[in-house]
């Protein structure tokens, strides 16, 4: 009994393995290649990503261009990116150049410069079956996937930061603001009232706007520090004008008393100003991974069969606060070595 | 001509109902007399606004809006306007910053810089004076193809860093007392534009241009060059503003260009009273003009007055002070005959 039953389950193992063989054998490779390999390739082959973001001439867009454009390239698509230089007319002409022409691209990649302004054009491009994957900028539209910082939570952590910074100070803290209609500034914004609302023996003392001019925001962090030279903290919204503000702390010889607190893209300058004093906390974008977070969900896209606006994915960023004390060397990268090809 | 017969009785309707309730001032006068109210407002109503820091950092916010603007002063007065001078203030900054970047020394780099900016000057002076293009269209192209060439062919990012302990660093901590390098810097530039305006004799004849191009011609004054000389000064003053801007940042960022400065220059100029139609006015007027944005702008801000209101207000001003300088200096036959800048 005990010897028949063996039998037959022997027999079973020997049968199934040769079934599973021949189905394998069916598929060519007899199970020496991964099955998706084969899918995946045909998905993705001679794909067309365009990136658009608002200038190719900052830090992230080239540490985004230089990321995605080895990724893209790596596995088979095709990359270009289109700069309309800051300027929303030109943004909004090249996305209708892109949607329109000939060769439609795959995908695109868009850094959007406010909530609203380019809704109509990405929900052409959506029926015209092109992915729209947003980054860093959130609109009011449904795009198939967003990749990027959660404003709110980045103005969190710079409120945190700047609160401990006041740690037995006079709890008075200044905003430079970027500008009232991009998205990374009113989220940014909330996400600091928010902690400060906690805090309620915290301050806000002065919240002027930047229009992200490093000029401007040295003019009015300079009033604002003529008017409450108590300040024990100033939240400037981006580092590309807090440069700046620091000038205009340096200059009323608060350097160490006012605590600069502001975001950015974490190339190496972000570095530098931390070493030395210039800025007391960053909240940097991981760049590696936001920018392999948006190469992943641009493969799931086209291989996911679904049509283009029929669904909305939101990828959401790690963020945090560095400052001095827990600088790395590898806090930050190098756009010259991304751009050299050095990853 | 119906509309000129009917707009000539009317407009000197207006012109006696002005001078009957401001006498005889002149633009400058009342520009001057609101910047002063606005400061005695201000010195009232704000705290600390009357503090000597404040007013040092009044007159420093205005600096390189105001050196511009004497640039561009110098251009108007001659009859003309130079709409490429934020682009060649930022640009031939940040090439010469980058060239040190790529290894070339501070000295070589500046000879590149200066020469670039005053081929700069001299293409819009010649383009102007020799080829008959309108300053408004030569200039403004000009300064499109200054941003689009620096930009794409020998600027590679945005922002360009000074070196640590370069000159242009050092300059922008050099303090007299407790008054900051930009305030002397600005008015060493009005002082200087003001003595080769009204002591020397290519001075004059930049009046005598703005005023009468013809007659100055036909009194043998050679025009031409003198044409070309005005934009070569406006390009060289641009660039000085620029090395002020990247002393005082410690970097130049190229997207002031696409920045309401250039429009601020302006405003500066004309709201000082210094007529768009040329011949009138001195760097008197751009520092009165200049005091006024300077003091507007600066209780805006303490007020936390937010961008878009403040454009608005600067706008209005704007309006106001054009058409106040249009009823006190009217059109006449012979501006009507010179056709506009």
Request: glycine share 10%; aromatic share 8%; with cysteine.
């Amino acid at each position: 009994m005990r010897l028949k039953q063996m039998l037959a389950a022997a027999a079973f193992t020997v049968l199934g393995a040769l079934a599973i063989g021949q189905t394998a054998m069916a598929d060519g490779d007899a199970g020496t290649q991964d099955p998706g390999a084969a899918p995946y390739a045909e998905a993705m082959k001679g794909k067309r990503v365009v990136l658009i973001p608002m200038a190719m001439g900052f830090d992230l867009a080239q540490g985004w261009a230089a990321y995605l454009k080895h990724e893209v390239e790596g596995w088979g698509g095709t990359f270009e990116t289109r700069d309309p230089n800051w300027d929303v007319n030109a943004m909004a002409q090249a996305i209708t150049d892109i949607i329109s022409g000939d060769q439609k691209p795959d995908v695109l990649v868009i850094h959007s410069p406010d909530l609203n302004s380019m809704t109509k054009l990405l929900k052409k491009a959506q029926a015209e079956g092109i992915y729209v994957v947003l980054i860093d900028n959130p609109m009011n539209f449904a795009a198939d996937a967003f990749v990027g910082s959660n404003w709110y939570h980045l103005g969190q952590l710079e409120a945190e930061a700047a609160v401990k910074a006041c740690e037995g100070k006079s709890k008075q803290i200044g905003l430079v603001q970027g500008d009232a209609a991009n998205a990374s500034s009113i989220y940014q914004y909330n996400g600091i009232k928010q902690v400060l609302d906690q805090h309620p023996d915290f301050k806000i003392v002065a919240e002027p706007f930047s229009n992200w001019d490093p000029t401007t925001s040295r003019n009015v962090t300079t009033t604002m520090l003529q008017q409450n030279p108590d300040i024990c903290a100033i939240i400037d919204f981006w580092d590309g004008d807090a440069t700046g503000a620091s000038a205009a702390i340096k200059d009323a010889k608060l350097d160490g008393k006012v605590a600069l607190v502001t975001t950015g893209g974490g190339e190496t300058v972000d570095c530098k100003a931390l070493e030395d004093g210039t800025f007391y906390a960053v909240v940097m974008t991981e760049l590696a991974g936001q920018s392999r977070d948006m190469n992943a969900v641009i493969k799931f896209l086209l291989q996911s069969g679904q049509k283009p606006g029929t669904s909305k994915t939101y990828i959401y960023t790690l963020e945090k606060a560095t400052t001095k004390a827990d600088l790395k060397p590898t806090s930050c990268w190098d756009v010259k070595q991304l751009q050299a090809g050095q990853f | 001509m119906t509309v000129s017969l009917l707009a000539r009785p009317r407009q000197g309707w207006l012109k006696k109902k002005m001078s009957r309730i401001f006498g005889n001032l002149s633009q400058e006068t009342i520009v001057f007399l609101l910047a002063a109210a606005l400061f005695i407002a201000a010195s009232i109503g704000l705290n600390g606004f009357l503090q000597a820091n404040n007013l040092i950092a009044i007159v420093r916010s205005v600096s390189v809006l105001g050196i511009l603007a004497v640039g561009m002063g110098v251009v108007i007065i001659g009859r003309g306007i130079d709409l490429s001078a934020v682009a060649i203030m930022a640009m031939s900054v940040a090439w010469y910053l980058q060239m040190m970047q790529n290894g070339m020394s501070s000295n070589e780099a500046l000879a590149y810089a200066l020469g670039g900016v005053i081929l700069i000057g001299f293409i819009n002076g010649f383009m102007v004076a020799y080829a008959d293009i309108p300053a408004i269209f030569a200039t403004l192209a000009s300064g499109y193809f200054v941003y689009g060439f620096a930009r794409s062919q020998l600027v590679h990012q945005d922002a360009t860093p000074v070196p640590a302990g370069h000159w242009i660093d050092q300059l922008g901590q050099i303090r007299l007392g407790e008054i900051p390098v930009e305030v002397f810097f600005f008015s060493a530039v009005a002082f200087i534009a003001f003595l080769f305006l009204r002591f020397t004799k290519w001075g004059r004849y930049v009046y005598l241009m703005g005023d009468n191009f013809l007659a100055a011609r036909n009194m043998g004054i050679p025009v031409r060059p003198m044409t070309v000389l005005r934009y070569v000064i406006s390009a060289l003053i641009a660039f000085s503003a620029g090395v002020l801007t990247a002393s005082s940042l410690h970097s130049i960022n190229v997207r002031v260009v696409n920045s309401n400065l250039l429009y601020d220059v302006i405003l500066v100029v004309v709201i000082g009273g210094i007529g768009l139609s040329g011949g009138r006015g001195g760097m008197r007027n751009v520092i009165v003009g200049a005091l006024l944005i300077g003091i507007m702008q600066n209780a805006m801000t303490i007020l936390d007055i937010s961008n878009i209101y403040q454009n608005l207000i600067k706008s209005i001003i704007l309006l106001v002070a054009i058409v106040v300088d249009s009823l006190l200096n009217p059109r006449d036959e012979q501006t009507a005959q010179q056709g506009d800048i």
